[in-house]
């Protein structure tokens, strides 16, 4: 798979796990402090995860 395969199958899991939480009370339901030192909220650690499961996916298959 070529990277830019590969960043469009992560973009559109994102675009699948996420279109559901935008402008909802529930996508910006607080997840605690991310690493920059911002608040986590649900939309962004789905489009992580999402992202996330991509690469492990991809990367346990042969490239």
Request: charged fraction near 25%; hydrophobic fraction near 40%.
């Amino acid at each position: 798979m070529n990277w830019n395969t590969l960043i469009l199958e992560a973009a559109t899991e994102v675009k699948r796990r996420v279109t559901h939480l935008v402008g909802t009370n529930e996508g910006r339901r607080s997840f605690g402090i991310g690493a920059g030192g911002d608040t986590t909220r649900k939309i962004d650690k789905a489009a992580e995860e999402a992202i996330v499961d991509t690469l492990n996916y991809q990367c346990a298959a042969p490239l």
